[in-house]
């Protein structure tokens, strides 16, 4: 069993710039893929980022591409996203999720065990 639990979220105008983090338990944390996910009122839940257990390899959504940057620390159980010129568009509620089972890079919601509770990211223009 794995519990996530995200912080960092909040409002920022455009442009400006947020850093989420997802504390993790357990202690097979490094096992785990770990992805951010978004979901905006009245939309699906879509996929932002997700880097490799060992850390080092990521994939990006490309409407992040260049904007956002997911990052861990295997030591502190703990993933990060670093969001840069952030945009109206990018508000939405923010989760973090665990995926075990040999996926590499996981993009899909349903190749994820964990899930945390979510943190809102509100950008004005």
């Known amino acids: 069993q794995v519990q996530l639990v995200e912080s960092g979220g909040g409002l920022v105008q455009a442009g400006g710039s947020l850093r989420l983090s997802c504390a993790a338990s357990?202690?097979?944390?490094?096992?785990?893929?770990m992805g951010w996910f978004r979901q905006a009122p009245g939309k699906e839940r879509e996929f932002v980022a997700v880097i490799r257990g060992t850390g080092g390899v990521t994939a990006y959504a490309d409407s992040v591409k260049g904007r956002f940057s997911i990052s861990r620390d295997n030591a502190k159980n703990t993933v990060y996203l670093q969001m840069n010129s952030l945009k109206p568009e990018d508000t939405a509620v923010y989760y973090c999720?665990?995926?075990?089972?040999?996926?590499?890079?996981?993009?899909?919601?349903?190749?994820?065990?964990?899930w945390g509770q979510g943190t809102q990211v509100t950008v004005s223009s």
């Open positions: 357990g202690r097979t944390f490094s096992t785990y893929a």
């Open positions: 999720a665990a995926g075990s089972g040999g996926a590499y890079l996981p993009r899909e919601t349903y190749l994820y065990d964990y």
